[in-house]
């Protein structure tokens, strides 16, 4: 658990993005939790991210699966 979670009762939510290769799975995922965008492309083989959202003004811990596309 991240330690910035503890003293609160964080709901965990999972999203996994599919498609195919090459289409800004990565670059949607790293635009949404650093407010920045990729200058280069890589490959990826499977990569997880992590960002605290307020939803209702409850927090909820997004976890982001970014997976290879085919």
Same mark, same amino acid.
């Given at each position: 658990?991240?330690?910035?979670?503890?003293?609160?009762?964080?709901?965990?939510?999972?999203?996994?993005?599919?498609?195919?290769? =090459?289409?800004?799975?990565? @670059?949607?995922? &790293?635009?949404?939790?650093?407010?920045?965008?990729?200058? +280069?492309?890589?490959? $990826? =083989?499977?990569?997880?991210? @992590?960002?605290? &959202?307020?939803?209702?003004?409850?927090?909820?811990?997004? +976890?982001?699966?970014? $997976? =290879?596309?085919?």
């Amino acid at each position: 658990m991240d330690p910035l979670d503890e003293g609160e009762n964080i709901r965990h939510l999972k999203c996994v993005l599919v498609g195919d290769a =090459a289409v800004g799975k990565t @670059s949607l995922i &790293v635009s949404y939790t650093t407010n920045g965008y990729p200058k +280069q492309y890589t490959p $990826t =083989a499977f990569d997880n991210y @992590s960002v605290l &959202v307020r939803v209702d003004n409850q927090p909820i811990r997004l +976890q982001l699966c970014d $997976t =290879a596309g085919k």
